[in-house]
Antibody, heavy 123, light 107 residues
Framework: QVQLQESGPGLVKPSQTLSLTCTVSGGSISSGGYYWSWIRQHPGKGLEWIGYIYYSGSTYYNPSLKSRVTISVDTSKNQFSLKLSSVTAADTAVYYC???????????????WGQGTLVTVSS | DIQMTQSPSSLSASVGDRVTITCQASQDISNYLNWYQQKPGKAPKLLIYDASNLETGVPSRFSGSGSGTDFTFTISSLQPEDIATYYCQQYDNLPRTFGQGTKVEIK
């Protein structure tokens, strides 16, 4: 059974960089056919896709956040990470890591999610 | 970006009722649509993929239909454990986008 677990500081100061790591267990992040994503949810709001990384290192970021986002992968640790720079209170949210399955390039869906971690931006 | 619009934003129904949620895409997305259930304090859970395919292990009272720009999600007989917020999500284009959610409550 694949499991994802987010880790990182729960409190970040304004203008600093938010850093989170997602550790994958029960499966290899280097397996083809999966995109490793970050998704966030502002308190009481809907879901916002931040971006993804493939095990090869190729990435795609949501244009709304692209200038501030970096997603990286460490296949040796079976982890991928999110960095979001110059944060403000508007970045306060629950951050989820998730696996998007690529089913023969015909079908894509988020089949496994981490439990989510609340990150608060405040001085 | 493709905009996904769900309606209603919330609904209240009795146990055993049929519940229907609609999702409209801002452009044709074929059947490239998924549905998720999110219970309070939990991560979303995949229920339906490719607009109408039931994820393994998901009860058959859940179903989805539609293609193009208009999609429907149905709970045939609402159960107390179905209390949650439901989201549609398109994967026709990047960035992936979600509907704003529909909160389902028991009357």
């Amino acid at each position: 059974q694949v499991q994802l677990q987010e880790s990182g500081p729960g409190l970040v100061k304004p203008s600093q960089t938010l850093s989170l790591t997602c550790t994958v267990s029960g499966g290899s992040i280097s397996s083809g056919g999966y995109y490793w994503s970050w998704i966030r949810q502002h308190p009481g709001k809907g879901l916002e896709w931040i971006g993804y990384i493939y095990y090869s290192g190729s990435t795609y970021y949501n244009p709304s956040l692209k200038s501030r986002v970096t997603i990286s992968v460490d296949t040796s640790k079976n982890q991928f990470s999110l960095k979001l720079s110059s944060v403000t209170a508007a970045d306060t949210a629950v951050y989820y890591c998730a696996r998007e399955r690529d089913w023969n390039q015909l079908s894509y869906y988020f089949d496994y999610w981490g439990q989510g971690t609340l990150v608060t931006v405040s001085s | 970006d493709i905009q996904m619009t769900q309606s209603p934003s919330s609904l209240s129904a009795s146990v055993g009722d049929r519940v229907t949620i609609t999702c409209q895409a801002s452009q044709d997305i074929s059947n490239y649509l998924n549905w998720y259930q999110q219970k309070p304090g939990k991560a979303p859970k995949l229920l339906i993929y490719d607009a109408s395919n039931l994820e393994t292990g998901v009860p058959s009272r859940f179903s989805g239909s539609g293609s193009g720009t208009d999609f429907t999600f149905t709970i045939s007989s609402l159960q107390p454990e179905d209390i949650a917020t439901y989201y549609c999500q398109q994967y026709d284009n990047l960035p992936r986008t979600f509907g704003q959610g529909t909160k389902v409550e028991i009357k």
